[in-house]
């Protein structure tokens, strides 16, 4: 809005503070803001103008509460995820498994054990709905994998087919192949691995090289040796029972007259083998 010079009455702005026309000191005005406007913005400021900094000792309970939510969303979200990782199996790798070569390491589909074994084998889990079919077909083209859970007699009669790996991708091949099977029975739930190297010595086939392996932490294993000259098959058997568990038989075999050059391979799936732990 336009003022009027006092001494020359022309036109000056509200904001000139001398008349440009005939140079008159112009008198100084209180207010020059209109009425109701709002106040200019301090350079620097991070509040918009009108509105006054936050006091000492006042807080934005809106951007708390923000954090308070993404804080309790953040609580929650590790609280799931640690009790994921507490429903999962401990599994504690011994020292002295040192495995050449190309490997693979399966654990059964229940969570109950884990075993490794060379690439070029296959692996077959009863508890595999998918599988179970597979299973029958390969202890029918190979009938020896069932026969190798009897080593301890009756006691293990109710030894159940959980798993087997076969040294072939050649499932439906019929000559006799290296394989590994693992048994799961209730009765042997109860049986000491001292007792169970003692009872050998009543089966009718040659037992050699028992021993008691310890080098897991609460999985003591019976260790053993069996030769079926009648069947020329030749195995070497892992024993053991996990706290609160079933006892598992584990017997690596090779047609006898390729055990030989596999027993190292036999004796290194048997180390990898592990019940898990929760």
């Known amino acids: 809005m336009a003022d009027h010079c006092p001494n020359c009455d022309r036109p000056v702005l509200a904001t000139d503070v001398t008349c440009w026309h005939c140079g008159y000191q112009l008198p100084r005005k209180a207010n020059t803001r209109p009425t109701g406007a709002p106040a200019p913005a301090v350079p620097g400021s991070r509040h918009p103008a ?12 809106r951007a708390l509460a923000v954090y308070g939510l993404l804080t309790v969303a953040l609580v929650v979200a590790l609280g799931l ?23 693979v390491i399966v654990t059964d589909a229940d969570l109950r054990y884990t075993l490794s074994f060379p690439t070029d084998w296959q692996w077959i889990d009863a508890a595999a709905r998918a ?36 040294g072939t991708r050649l499932l439906e091949d019929t000559d006799p192949k290296p394989f590994v099977v693992v048994g799961q029975s209730e009765r042997l739930r109860g049986l000491d691995p001292q007792d169970a ?13 028992k021993a008691i392996d310890t080098r897991l932490a609460g999985q003591t294993q019976a260790r053993f040796n069996v030769l079926d000259g009648a069947n020329a098959y030749q195995c070497r058997h892992l024993f053991v029972v996990g706290k609160d568990k079933p006892g ?19 004796d290194d799936i048997l180390d990898s083998f592990q019940l898990l732990e929760y």
């Open 81 to 103: 995820v640690m009790r994921s990782l507490n429903r999962q199996p401990i599994l504690v790798r011994s020292a002295g498994i040192d495995l050449g070569g190309e490997w």
């Open 197 to 209: 190297l003692d009872r050998l010595t009543e089966r009718p086939f040659q037992v050699t090289e």
């Open 50 to 61: 009108g509105e006054e900094a936050a006091k000492p000792g006042e807080y934005d309970w």
């Open 131 to 166: 599988q179970s079919e597979l299973l029958l077909q390969v202890i029918e083209h190979q009938p020896y994998i069932d026969r190798a859970l009897r080593p301890l007699g009756e006691i293990a009669g109710d030894a159940e087919i959980v798993a087997v790996a076969v």
């Open 248 to 266: 598992y038989l584990v017997a690596a075999c090779a047609p006898q007259a390729r055990f030989g050059a596999l027993k190292q391979e036999l």
